[in-house]
């Protein structure tokens, strides 16, 4: 089981960004899901979660920017991140929470490895 991300890179001041994050594996459930990001220095903190219901949380400063999405049949998550700042620059990762395999072997959290953005002109 792995979380793989991708959609990162180089964007300009106002620009755009979607980030996936897909869950391979036999996966029977995962409850929520996530996006963190973390900058140089600093510690990795919440960007937004959303839960298996649809029910989502968001940073206060993504609020009105950035939306989160789940596909829950693709075991995917979302993050269309739009008027990115320079600010917004940082590795973002995503994670799992409660993921329960088909076998019935379950992880309390998963993280994938990583994706860049950077918010540049």
């Known amino acids: 089981v792995q979380l793989v991300e991708s959609g990162g890179g180089l964007v300009q001041p106002g620009g755009s960004l979607r980030l996936s994050c897909a869950a391979s594996g036999r996966i029977f459930s995962i409850n929520a899901m996530g996006w963190y990001r973390q900058a140089p220095g600093k510690e990795r903190d919440l960007v937004a979660r959303?839960?298996?219901?649809?029910?989502?949380k968001y940073t206060d400063s993504v609020k009105g920017r950035f939306t989160i999405s789940r596909d829950n049949a693709k075991n995917t998550v979302y993050l269309q991140m739009n008027s990115l700042k320079p600010e917004d620059t940082a590795v973002y990762y995503c994670?799992?929470?409660?993921?329960?395999?088909?076998?019935?072997?379950?992880?309390?959290?998963?993280w994938g490895q990583g994706t860049q953005v950077t918010v540049s002109s």
């Open positions: 959303i839960t298996s219901g649809g029910y989502t």
């Open positions: 994670n799992a929470e409660d993921l329960t395999l088909h076998s019935g072997l379950s992880y309390s959290l998963l």
